[in-house]
């Protein structure tokens, strides 16, 4: 039968400020989890301040079982972060009750169904401290830019290239793209993802490759949500990506948007688990991104990848790029335009100063 695998995470309180996680935190997921006997397999982690559930299973995507499972998980941790006075304790558990689904309550979920193939090697990227929009480039790079994936070029199985659905988070609707036909149709849009995020990316016969939380924006709580620290997976091999062709991508650190108060344009920078605790203007933005060989649903793994060294120069070359940014302080583009900041001050700054704009 088909295997799903589903990726949960939510921020439920950071340590300290926001920049990690503290271990009760991931002790108390493990310990949850364990208990469901409904996964074939888990695996808990974290990156900056967000817990991600790794978990596979055998109930289909949009589960109500498997998401209550993980809204419950998150609760238990709440308590906990209540307990320990973390920093924003619940931070992400948006609504007072679980309903049926977490998309829109809080929590960011990617998850996808599929057969297992003979070898099946996945990545689970994970991000703080930026948005969904942050995977546009790299998804791109993946699966249409044959600098990037030479497979696209020589591996017959991935020369007809690849469909991306694309959201409009402003309208809620979806478009999907063919490459490399709608190439420069794909482009207009990607390119500016505050508003236009890649879902999911197939095959050409319709076969899932990677699939984002990418979810539309909620207005809840008086703020819209739905594009927070984002994670990814992406399967590789056999007429997909190679992993390092997934991975190749993060070598060159892009801006994305978030970084400190979630109003700033910062580089993504790739780096290990124990390296994922951003703390400079709570930032950089990070990402992780961990490989499993299924086998049977199981989970063998994680490879962290992105403690190999090969990405040292990445990070010191987004290290370069964070220092240049923040030389720009409060100017744009460092800050955010005004229409993406998320705690803005605008409105207040404006009405005390109403009487003193005049005529120009
Ligand atoms: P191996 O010969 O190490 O399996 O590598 C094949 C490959 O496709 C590398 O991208
Ligand atoms: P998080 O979304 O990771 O909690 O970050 C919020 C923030 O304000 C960082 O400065
Ligand atoms: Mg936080
Ligand atoms: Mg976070
Ligand atoms: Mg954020
Ligand atoms: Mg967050």
Not at 7 to 18: C, E, L, P, Q
Not at 59 to 68: A, F, L, P, T
Not at 160 to 167: D, H
Not at 313 to 321: K, Y
Request: with cysteine.
């Amino acid at each position: 039968g088909k295997i799903t695998v589903t990726v949960i995470k939510a921020d439920v309180g950071g340590f300290v400020g926001h920049s990690s996680v503290h271990e009760e935190l991931l002790a108390t997921a493990r310990e949850q989890l364990a208990k469901s006997p409904l996964l074939v397999d888990f695996h808990v982690t974290h990156v900056g301040d967000d817990i991600n559930l790794i978990m596979t299973h055998r109930q289909g995507v949009d589960s109500e079982e498997i998401h209550k499972l993980a809204w419950d998980t998150f609760v238990a941790c709440t308590e906990v972060a209540k307990k320990l006075k973390l920093y924003g304790a619940g931070q992400d558990l948006l609504a007072d009750a679980f309903s049926g689904n977490v998309k829109g309550l809080g929590p960011g979920i990617a998850e996808m169904e599929f057969f297992e193939r003979t070898s099946e090697p996945i990545i689970v990227f994970a991000a703080d401290k930026t948005e969904p929009g942050a995977w546009n480039l790299p998804l791109y790079k993946m699966f249409a830019d044959p600098f990037n994936t030479i497979g696209l070029v020589i591996d017959p199985k991935m020369h007809e290239g690849f469909k991306f659905e694309v959201l409009d988070l402003l309208e809620n609707k979806k478009i999907i793209f063919n490459t490399p036909e709608d190439l420069y149709d794909l482009l207009v849009f990607i390119g500016a993802p505050g508003r236009y995020c890649i879902k999911s990316v197939y095959t050409k016969a319709g076969e899932i490759a990677a699939t984002s939380s990418t979810q539309r924006l909620n207005l809840m709580a008086g703020r819209y949500i739905g594009k927070d620290d984002p994670v990814l997976i992406v399967r590789c091999q056999s007429g997909l990506p190679a992993v390092g062709e997934a991975l190749e991508p993060f070598a060159r650190p892009h801006l994305v948007s978030g970084w400190m108060r979630g109003s700033h344009s910062g580089p993504l920078m790739p780096v290990s688990v124990a390296d994922a605790t951003p703390s400079r203007f709570d930032g950089p933005p990070r990402v992780i991104a961990l490989g499993f060989q299924l086998a049977d649903g199981k989970l063998i793994g994680p490879q962290d990848f992105f403690a190999d060294k090969a990405y040292d120069r990445a990070r010191e070359m987004a290290l370069m790029i964070a220092d240049y940014m923040r030389s720009l302080g409060p100017f744009e583009p460092h800050r955010l335009h005004l229409e993406e900041m998320e705690y803005t001050t605008l409105p207040l700054v404006l009405e005390k100063l109403k009487d003193r704009f005049v005529k120009a």
